[in-house]
């Protein structure tokens, strides 16, 4: 767990952008501007930062850090996957100063961010480019993988396996013990009492599966 002292590029001018600027500003980080590759913002400014310019730009910011600002996480992915074809760029890892993360019980990632009022217990281990939004809980032993995206006021239980590229709804409660594989999708408020199978969307309470996500 690092705590940056080098200007941020946010990568994505979205809501959640906005977000991670209130966020850095929260930690005293400058933000040095934002990477878009949507035409529709380009050279849009937000507070005192600008977009700089598309995500393979990013060279041109190489004594800064990045964050990858976008909610879906496979597109999240994508863009990781895009900005290191040109290089290796640095990923900030940011913490707002409003959580509960203590550095000797929890392993994160970088590139993650760990918003205000979230709660992350013992032994819990976050991959890279995770998002724990606002007000969720993590409990004891619990992995949560790469990329994934937990939305807010989410109750994750101990020994629970979140897999990379997963999403979980606002406001889901996941019971103690299971796996959520790899780029499935919890929908909002639902109640999981069971395993969930590889990119498969579940629902309700108790949540069951609705359809597959194809690639």
Known sequence: MTVSHKDLIIVGLSGFGKEIYWLASRLGITVRGFLDDNPAVAGEKFCSASVLGGVKQWQEYSD?????AIGNPRVRKKVHETMC?????????????????????VSIGPGSVICAG????VEVEIGAHVILNLNCTVGHETCIEDFATIAPMVAISGNVRIGQCAEVGTGASIRQGLTINGGAMIGMGSV??????????????????????EE
């Not at 040109?86 to 000797?104: H, K, N, Q, R």
């Not at 979230?118 to 217990?121: A, E, G, K, L, R």
């Not at 009492?193 to 590889?198: G, R, Y």
Request: proline residues 10%.
């Open 64 to 68: 800064c850090e990045f964050v990858i």
């Open 85 to 105: 074809i040109f290089g290796d760029p640095s990923f900030a890892t940011l913490i707002d100063p409003g959580a509960v993360v203590m550095p000797e019980y």
């Open 118 to 121: 979230t709660i992350c217990t």
């Open 192 to 213: 999981l009492t069971k395993n969930v199978s590889e990119n498969t969307v579940v629902f309700g309470s108790p949540a069951r599966p609705i359809k597959l996500i």
